[in-house]
């Protein structure tokens, strides 16, 4: 006979407002937001972190953070707000398995006292990053991500972290949206689980992601220069209160993740942290807009690429080449080869 009960999610979730709907600038751009390691200090972990975004029918966005912790069965008040996933199964087996992406009617999320979604009245799902069990069968780390949409319109979605640790801090890649969101492909998605850009509200459209060298962490860029550093990413400076001559199209890291660096379209580079300035093509004439850049494994110098193919380099960048003149327009970055990358 299969049993029903609410696993992982019966998460207790306490729960501080940490943004609310309205406005275009709720959150500086000059400090990293809240959550896991914003400070800039290591991760302690594991991670256990609730951060999700509240849409209602009328379109007004709240968006919470949270410590996590594991309780059994939907505990409603307002003190703590319970984020409920229920499924069906057979006593002792573990059903949470990551790569999973469940969509059954079995999967719901409650919030607080007053909402229920289920996919099969609502719309949306979990997907399951992380699971691990203890030798009695019982959950003891989870990472699951969930999007739902009630009957009302109204839409839950967001990420909750319980107890897991990054074991894939090298493996895959992240695939980054203008939002701020991640997605992890070939890892075990924990970027994703930090509180990020995607949790503020934007003033422009994020353009560029780069990880922590140890993977705990990472830095996304907007087009006005706006930094947001997550994890154990420190925040060096951003231009996001400056009126910038062309948007910002690209960001590179110094390899310790001391400093980075970003340019504009227009080749200005800006320099934080520990990361020098070497020179840039701002104020001079470019064929074409600059659209990225990359940095030497020693964060002596760095690259600067136009649409064109045209390949400008500074410090101990050397030159090797470019497509400049060979008639592309459509060049969209730029990446260092493997000797470069390993050093």
């Not at 709240?62 to 307002?78: E, K, P, R």
Request: net charge negative.
């Amino acid at each position: 006979m299969i049993a029903r009960r609410a696993v992982l999610l019966g998460l207790l979730i306490a729960v501080g407002l940490i943004a609310a709907s309205g406005g275009n600038g709720a959150y500086a751009r000059t400090a990293a937001p809240s959550g896991a390691g914003s400070s800039g200090h290591a991760l302690s972990t594991p991670l256990n972190q609730a951060n999700f975004k509240i849409v209602d029918p009328h379109g007004n966005v709240t968006v919470h953070s949270g410590s996590v912790s594991l309780a059994f069965g939907g505990i409603h008040t307002w003190e703590f707000l319970t984020v409920g996933y229920e499924i069906g199964f057979a006593d002792g087996a573990q059903n949470l398995v990551p790569g999973r992406y469940d969509t059954t009617s079995n999967a719901q999320v409650f919030v607080s006292n007053d909402a229920t979604c289920q996919a099969s009245s609502g719309k949306g799902g979990f997907k399951i990053d992380q699971a691990d069990y203890d030798s009695s069968g019982n959950l003891t780390a989870s990472a699951v991500q969930f999007d739902f949409v009630c009957p009302d319109g109204t839409r839950f979605f967001g990420t909750i972290a319980y107890q897991i640790h990054n074991t894939t801090p090298t493996q895959g890649y992240y695939i980054f949206d203008q939002l701020g969101g991640a997605t992890g492909f070939g890892n075990d998605s924990y970027l994703t689980y930090l509180s990020g850009a995607w949790l503020s509200n934007l003033n422009a459209p994020i353009v560029g992601m780069v990880p922590r060298p140890d993977g705990n962490g990472y830095w996304m860029v907007g087009s006005d220069g706006g930094v947001f550093a997550s994890g154990d990413a420190s925040f060096y400076g951003s231009t996001g209160s400056i009126r910038l001559n062309a948007p910002v199209v690209g960001m590179a890291a110094t390899r310790d993740g001391g400093g980075y660096w970003f340019v504009a379209s227009d080749g200005g580079i800006f320099a934080y942290g520990e990361a020098r300035f070497y020179g840039s093509m701002g104020g001079k004439r470019l064929n074409r807009p600059i659209v990225g850049m990359a940095a030497t494994f020693d964060g002596g110098g760095y690259w600067l690429v136009a649409s064109d193919g045209g390949l400008f380099n500074f410090g101990n960048a050397g030159f090797y080449g470019s497509l400049g003149g060979s008639g592309v327009t459509d060049v969209a970055g730029i990446s260092l080869g493997a000797s470069q990358q390993a050093g």
